[in-house]
Nanobody, 122 residues
């Protein structure tokens, strides 16, 4: 069984920082992409940031320049450093592992964490 566990969420004031972490566990062979998504009340889930095995990154325009995604492929972990937080960043943040391959299987699939709440007060 694959599990993705997020941590680091909480309540911060606007302009503050938080660092989210995600650890994937199980009989994992490889993960093509690790990503962070978020969902605010009454809104659709949106991609916040993603990072590939080669280290290439993509960010939502709304967080570009403020958030930084990183990964440790050897440990199957990812982190999202969030700086200059704004009230509109308030959401449940979800970690995702895309193109995950498990031993002894050859196929790849996607897995999601349970989410961690981030609340930014004005």
């Amino acid at each position: 069984q694959v599990q993705l566990l997020e941590s680091g969420g909480g309540l911060v004031q606007a302009g503050g920082s938080l660092r989210l972490s995600c650890a994937a566990s199980g009989s994992i062979v490889s993960i093509r992409v690790m990503a962070w998504y978020r969902q605010a009340p009454g809104k659709q889930r949106e991609l916040v940031a993603r990072i590939s095995t080669g280290g290439s990154t993509k960010y939502a325009d709304s967080v570009k320049g403020r958030f930084t995604i990183s990964r440790d492929s050897a440990k199957y972990t990812t982190a999202l450093q969030m700086n200059s937080l704004k009230p509109e960043d308030t959401a449940v943040y979800y970690c995702a592992a895309e193109g995950l391959r498990r031993s002894p299987h050859s196929r790849e699939d996607d897995h999601w964490g349970q989410g961690t709440q981030v609340t930014v007060s004005s």
